[in-house]
């Protein structure tokens, strides 16, 4: 065994005075080393931990090209976030969908192989565990998680006890906040006939400090069900800190959403869809292409419908390919032959034409969900789709694909750009700085102007919105260097959204910050009231 390790420190002192300038000539270099000194190819984690190391105590003079090379997923947070999957506990789901499987001790819908889901059970579904596992395993991955996008996902949302949720969301503030504070010991805290009053006290300190922390939660999603969306509960989403909600749409089509059993229609998702909007939410629509009722043809249409119908409009959409797995009532359709899935052409060839539809405001999170493939009994097993189709020579317009990652924006010229279009009875507007040839999006802001009629709680009554401020490229830490984040695009956004507003006869700006940004809106101005950042243009 000791020998073995001292192998291994010395595939690694050489492998770092190599010169490699690309993953797969470090892929090259792990192979060769691995059979010069007889031992397995060396984990990148292992590498990146002697590389800082030996920076740290001045020991070498590596280029910090090798840091970003050995960087694993690197695409990770080349969005300018780190973004954090946590599960919820698994409880009763209101839905009797055909599609979901249902597992014992695991959130409906969800299966147990699923990389999130077994990360949440190894610890028990502890929402501090599972941020600080995850901010460790990134970090030991060669990223720098200080700007966190919390994603809580594990179905609806809306149905899980208030004090849970309270306690829930504290525990991933007080993780974040506590993360690699050594003279900070943690105590577990277990919900447990807990003051709701007290629950929303420990929050809105675990908030206050995050707002100074360096690892703060910048946006916090959560998923739900358009059927229970209303006032009283995006009061509560916001003073959780939630800034995005992932709304299980799966298709816009009432006879579908009937035979597959949904619980509710149209109406529920429009309706959804605007209180969200006026509240200054960014909506993610799940989308399930090729369920029972559907069509190749009446897929397309109804993904067209969805940016040429103002009652839609999704910010992001999230496809999830219907597939057909153990534990479902699709599965005995599949089996008694009343269900066919697409091809894994037919599928290819319907996603190509929906990028076609996309419009250059729109993201496209995912493509495939993150399913193993031997839990897929009919359906498609292609994880890697989003490339597949990109080989193929497809070009999509969508945020996603036109992200500036690692662009340095010092020395290129770029062009700000504003697309207006109706959506939900408001105005939208969609402001960004491109390259000229509009193949490159730096950051972009979006700005609504919710229509006189629509009512509003303060601090939200007569104000215009800014629902999303967004610069792209490699996360960027507060204070450091710029790249594309902090080179003073966000403020030039912010500038021009306000003209935009004060030229529509707002006076007055509301923003929906996440908790970690609040610092950053203050130097613009403005001032948080109730859950929102909020600003007089007078």
Not at 251 to 260: G, Q, R
Not at 493 to 521: F, H, P, S, T
């Amino acid at each position: 065994m000791l020998n073995k390790r001292n192998n291994q420190a010395k595939a690694i002192k050489e492998l770092l005075k190599k010169n490699f300038n690309s993953s797969e000539e470090l892929a090259s270099f792990k192979r060769k080393l691995s059979k010069k000194y007889g031992i397995k190819v060396l984990l990148n984690s292992d590498i990146l931990r002697e590389y800082k190391r030996r920076m740290a105590i001045g020991a070498t003079q590596e280029s910090s090209q090798h840091e970003k090379i050995l960087r694993k997923r690197a695409i990770r947070t080349l969005s300018g976030i780190a973004p954090i999957a946590v599960l919820v506990k698994p409880v009763k789901c209101p839905g009797k969908c055909v599609y979901c499987p249902s597992e014992k001790n695991v959130p409906k819908s969800y299966l147990s192989n699923e990389p999130a889901v077994m990360r949440a059970i190894r610890c028990h579904y502890d929402p501090y565990k599972q941020v600080q596992l995850r901010l460790k395993a990134l970090e030991a991955n060669g990223h720098k998680p200080t700007k966190i996008e919390l994603i809580v996902i594990g179905g609806t949302w809306s149905v899980l006890p208030q004090p849970y949720k309270y306690w829930f969301i504290n525990e991933c503030f007080r993780a974040a906040n506590q993360y690699q504070k050594l003279k900070i010991k943690n105590k577990k805290h277990i919900l447990k006939n807990v003051n709701i009053l007290k629950l929303k006290n420990q929050l809105a300190d675990e908030q206050k400090k995050n707002e100074k922390a360096r690892y703060r939660i910048i946006g916090i999603t959560l998923e739900t069900r358009p059927d229970y969306i209303d006032e009283t509960e995006l009061l509560e989403m916001r003073e959780l800190g939630c800034t995005r909600v992932e709304l299980g749409v799966q298709a816009i089509d009432d006879k579908i959403l009937k035979l597959n059993q949904r619980g509710h229609g149209v109406t529920e998702i429009v309706r959804a869809t605007k209180l969200l909007k006026d509240y200054g939410f960014k909506v993610t629509y799940h989308i399930m292409p090729g369920l029972p009722g559907s069509n190749q043809k009446k897929d397309i249409k109804m993904f067209s419908r969805l940016f040429t119908d103002q009652r839609f409009q999704p910010d992001q959409i999230k496809f999830y390919p219907t597939v057909v797995t153990r534990g479902s009532l699709l599965y005995n359709w599949w089996r008694n032959g009343k269900y066919k899935p697409y091809t894994d052409k037919v599928l290819r060839n319907l996603i190509i034409e929906c990028k076609k539809i996309v419009p250059p405001y729109v993201r496209i999170i995912r493509l495939i969900r993150d399913i193993p493939g031997d839990s897929i009994i009919a359906g498609n097993t292609i994880t890697n789709l989003r490339q597949v189709i990109q080989r193929n020579g497809v070009r999509c317009r969508c945020i996603r694909c036109r992200e500036a990652r690692e662009a340095n924006l010092l020395g290129k010229s770029y062009k700000l750009y504003v697309i207006s279009y109706e959506a939900s009875a408001g105005e939208e507007y969609f402001i960004s700085y491109e390259s000229k040839d509009n193949k490159l999006l730096y950051g972009f802001c979006r700005l609504r102007l919710p229509k006189v009629e629509a009512i509003h709680e303060s601090p939200l009554h007569g104000a215009a919105l800014i629902r999303e401020l967004h610069v792209y490229g490699e996360l960027v830490p507060v204070g450091s260097k710029k790249i594309v984040q902090h080179a003073g695009l966000g403020r030039k956004l912010m500038a021009r959204a306000e003209q935009l507003a004060k030229q529509n006869g707002y006076n007055k700006m509301a923003v929906i910050a996440g908790v970690g940004v609040r610092d950053y809106y203050r130097k613009l101005g403005y001032k948080l009231n109730h859950s929102y950042m909020v600003k007089s243009l007078v």
